[in-house]
């Protein structure tokens, strides 16, 4: 299958400080690219979608201030926690797909915020 | 609005059994269903894609079945081995192209 690239694997910061991530389709152009999160044994949670060149669409509860999402590229999307907080430490996944195709998924960031 | 629930949320095998997963989902007009794995502290892989047309799909010990009708799916593993310990996500793309909506997984524990 397809690859997905999702950096960096896992981080800590400073709380009041921001945090990107980085996720990118290696071997494929991806259209459309999904942010997700996921706290200890919960399943993962929709956070926004996000189309190429156009804003991200954000689910409801997910402060799209806080968690700033740039798809500038078809191969590249980029989540910022900005002003992180303890409550913002959680496991992040990146999707990807092109169209209605399958959606491959990164590898995960553990953030912590301390 | 789509909602996905794993059946039991935790399993503890001994090595050889055969077992069998659950997932249901309360909207059945789905484009696709899919089972993933997911090791502590990692991302997903994925195991099987069933689209809504099919019935089953396996690969080599797996077989899921999908009952789009009454909103099931079954995922079997043949021959556990503890190498099978890991949670099992299973997922629903409700239209082509949208996002997956996951369940909280099971947890299982092949003990050797």
């Known amino acids: 299958g397809a690859v997905v690239s999702q950096h960096p694997s896992r981080v800590i910061c400073k709380s009041g400080t921001s945090v990107k991530i980085e996720c990118r389709s290696l071997d494929f152009q991806a259209t459309t690219m999904f942010w997700y999160r996921q706290f200890p044994k919960q399943s993962l949670m929709l956070m926004a979608t996000s189309n190429e060149g156009s804003k991200a669409t954000y689910e409801q509860g997910v402060e799209k201030d806080k968690f700033l999402i740039n798809h500038a590229s078809l191969t590249l999307s980029t989540l910022t926690v900005t002003s992180a907080h303890p409550e913002d430490s959680s496991f992040y996944i990146c999707?990807?797909?092109?169209?209605?195709?399958?959606?491959?998924f990164g590898q995960g960031t553990r953030l912590t915020v301390v | 609005k789509q909602e996905v629930t794993q059946i039991p949320a935790a399993l503890s095998v001994p090595e050889g059994e055969n077992l069998v997963l659950n997932c249901s989902f309360t909207?059945?007009?789905?484009?696709?269903l899919q089972w993933f794995r997911q090791d502590p502290g990692k991302g997903l892989t994925s195991l099987l894609l069933?689209?809504?047309?099919?019935r089953e799909q396996t690969s080599g010990r797996l077989n899921a079945s999908l009952d789009k009708s009454s909103g099931r799916s079954t995922l079997y593993i043949a021959a556990s081995q503890p190498g099978d310990s890991a949670t099992y996500l299973c997922?629903?793309?409700?239209?082509?192209?949208?996002?997956?909506?996951f369940g909280k997984g099971t947890t299982l524990s092949v003990s050797s």
């Open positions: 909207d059945s007009a789905i484009y696709n």
């Open positions: 999707s990807a797909r092109t169209g209605g195709t399958e959606a491959f």
């Open positions: 997922a629903v793309e409700d239209q082509a192209g949208t996002a997956l909506i």
């Open positions: 069933i689209q809504s047309s099919q």
